[in-house]
């Protein structure tokens, strides 16, 4: 099993954060350090580290962050403009909190994804 993340903390409500969204599959929350207008993590509750550690009894919880997104999106009212959700896999993607999270982005023109 994976060690405990301050996302861990979060769901459990143990340290602050502006929560959107929580039910007892998944968490939403505002990013602290925003790199969109809207920009919002979904995390399952249960700590999954990265996509490589994914089982087969995680598909409801995985599944269930696309739907929350979707009813997210259209709270903050992005959905009909458009949005990206991102995920992250280890260090070279990108990856700083060990706790498998969706990212979603928009309220603004985001531009085209370049690859190198």
Do not use: W
């Not at 405990?4 to 602290?32: G, H």
């Not at 087969?56 to 997210?72: M, R």
């Not at 403009?81 to 991102?86: F, N, P, Q």
């Amino acid at each position: 099993m994976s060690e405990e993340t301050i996302f861990s903390k979060i769901i459990r409500k143990e340290i602050p954060a502006n929560i959107l969204y929580q039910d007892e599959l998944v968490t939403a929350f505002r990013d602290i350090s925003p790199q969109a207008k809207t920009h919002i993590l979904i995390i399952p509750n249960k700590l999954i580290a990265t996509v490589n550690d994914v089982t087969t009894e995680d598909e409801l919880a995985l599944g269930h962050l696309f739907i929350v997104a979707a009813k997210i999106a259209q709270q903050e009212g992005i959905a009909e403009d458009g949005y990206r959700l991102i995920v992250n896999c280890n260090k070279h993607a990108g990856q700083e909190v060990f706790h498998i999270h969706m990212h979603l982005l928009g309220g603004e023109p985001l531009g085209p994804l370049v690859a190198k």
